[in-house]
């Protein structure tokens, strides 16, 4: 779950840690819906992962939070039960609509 501070700021995560895209998804999906809500859009990313693909019992999530200038904070959370909810922030959601519009340029 990364932080949607900016574009650019998980463009950047996704190459120097080296993420592919599935990774990233969740946090593009939450700038995209709901714009740089700052720390609390981890919790919207992993809303959306349990909406999405959900939570297995014993996986884990790693959450990374940026504030200004060079704070940072991370927490790894391990699953103790499996998560498949469909939360009502993700309602009617088009993931295809939203790699649509990033290929156009427009957010």
Same mark, same amino acid.
Not at 21 to 32: D, H, V
Not at 38 to 58: A, D, F, N, P
Not at 72 to 78: D, G, H, I, K
């Given at each position: 779950?990364? +932080?949607?501070?900016?574009?650019?700021?998980? !463009?950047?995560?996704?190459?120097?840690? #080296?993420?592919? =895209?599935?990774?990233?998804?969740? &946090?593009? /999906?939450?700038? @995209?819906r709901y714009g740089n809500v =700052? &720390? &609390?859009?981890?919790?919207?990313?992993?809303?959306?992962?349990?909406? =999405?693909?959900?939570? =297995?019992?014993? !996986? +884990?999530?790693? #959450?990374l939070g940026f504030g200004s200038g @060079?704070? $940072?904070?991370?927490?790894?959370?391990? /699953?103790?039960? $499996?998560? #498949?909810?469909? +939360?009502? /922030?993700?309602?009617? @959601?088009?993931? &295809?609509?939203?790699?649509?519009?990033? /290929?156009?340029?427009?957010?």
């Amino acid at each position: 779950c990364i +932080h949607t501070g900016g574009r650019g700021v998980i !463009d950047e995560i996704e190459k120097h840690l #080296q993420l592919n =895209s599935k990774l990233i998804e969740p &946090s593009r /999906a939450a700038l @995209f819906r709901y714009g740089n809500v =700052s &720390s &609390s859009s981890i919790w919207y990313v992993l809303s959306y992962i349990e909406t =999405s693909r959900g939570v =297995s019992k014993g !996986d +884990h999530v790693w #959450q990374l939070g940026f504030g200004s200038g @060079f704070k $940072c904070n991370s927490a790894v959370w391990r /699953a103790n039960r $499996c998560v #498949q909810e469909h +939360h009502k /922030a993700w309602e009617g @959601f088009d993931v &295809s609509r939203m790699y649509t519009e990033l /290929a156009k340029g427009s957010c």
